[in-house]
């Protein structure tokens, strides 16, 4: 395998769907400071005001835009996709987003008069689903997704073998950092004092921390070969959830009380939710998808292929991500 060095740097035409969300905000900040030209799919301009800033082009709309026959895309060199649902109204809205909004975007691309170098999909380890094997996944594992999410990312995947130029999925893990609203409703109560753990052993879990993951995006943009890839983009540090209750013990230095709900309790919640939540036209923040993640006793993988094939790996540690979270959320005024 050709190994490809961050310190050859080009500057690259990017587009960007996404790019109003966590790891979408993060990322554009660092393709922009890099010096790349970035094209954003935006579908709230009241969110684009920092890509404003930063200069990025704003191309408006949702993705339902890509189902257009007619519609012309400026040419750039790479395209990442990491527009999608992890939260949704109801399991359909995960199909729709998270596989048939995908094909939208493959399809456009190959209507085209020109193809990207490279195509990078926003997949999950959900897509792999939890770990029957006592070790961790690697991207040979035939994947075995456990609900709507996990499993609307892996009909993705294989839609995308078709595309005809290269693409490379990647599968993160838990990925979090300094503005992430998912882990907020976490680190709230625990800045408070206060946990809620699934009752039993404690999970296994892999996680990469958001800059890391940043990182491991530009060097899959940066990969000349020709062929297409999957990858899991985990730090190897796999942590469990004692281990976080305790790095946010010291990221707030007190201590945190975790009560453990037992799992059929989850699940009642769980169904309470999902049937309330669409009624008042909320996002459902507790639905199976949930419920089946935090049961799984571990959803680990390891990121061996992608430090081989492109020489990244993550490395920040788990303490020192959790802390930075912390802060970021405090230099937010979000704690
Ligand atoms: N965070 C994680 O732990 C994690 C782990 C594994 C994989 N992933 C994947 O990584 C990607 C990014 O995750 P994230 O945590 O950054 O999510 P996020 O903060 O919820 O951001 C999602 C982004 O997708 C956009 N989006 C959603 N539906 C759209 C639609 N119909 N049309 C146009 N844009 C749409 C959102 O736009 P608005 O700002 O307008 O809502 C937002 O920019 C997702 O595909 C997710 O499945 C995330």
Known sequence: ???????????????????????????????????????????????????????????????????????????????????????????????????????????????????????????SLAAAGSNPPRRPWTETDPVVPMEPYGKAKARAEVALRETGFPVTCFRPPLVFGPGDPAFLSLFKPASHGLGLRVAGPPQRLSWVYVDDLVTAVLAMANDERDGSYTYFTTSEDTMDTDRLWNALRAAFRRSIFVLPAPGPLLWMAATVSSAVAPRLGLRNQLDQKQVAQMRAPRFECTSAAISQDLGWSAHVTFEEAIRRTAEGYRALGWL
């Open 1 to 123: 395998m050709r190994m490809h060095s961050f310190a050859h740097k080009q500057v690259m035409r990017f587009l960007v769907t996404g790019a109003t969300g966590f790891i979408g905000g993060h990322l554009v900040e660092r393709l922009v400071s890099e010096g790349h030209v970035v094209t954003a799919l935006v579908r709230s301009v009241a969110k684009a005001t920092r890509l404003r800033e930063l200069g990025v082009t704003l191309l408006r709309g949702d993705l339902s835009i890509f189902a257009d026959n007619d519609l012309v895309l400026d040419e750039v060199d790479v395209v990442v996709h990491l527009a999608g649902v992890v939260t949704a109204y109801d399991p359909a809205e995960y199909e729709a987003i998270n596989f048939t909004a995908v094909v939208d975007l493959m399809r456009c691309l190959q209507r085209q008069s020109w193809s990207p170098r490279r195509l990078l999909f926003a997949s």
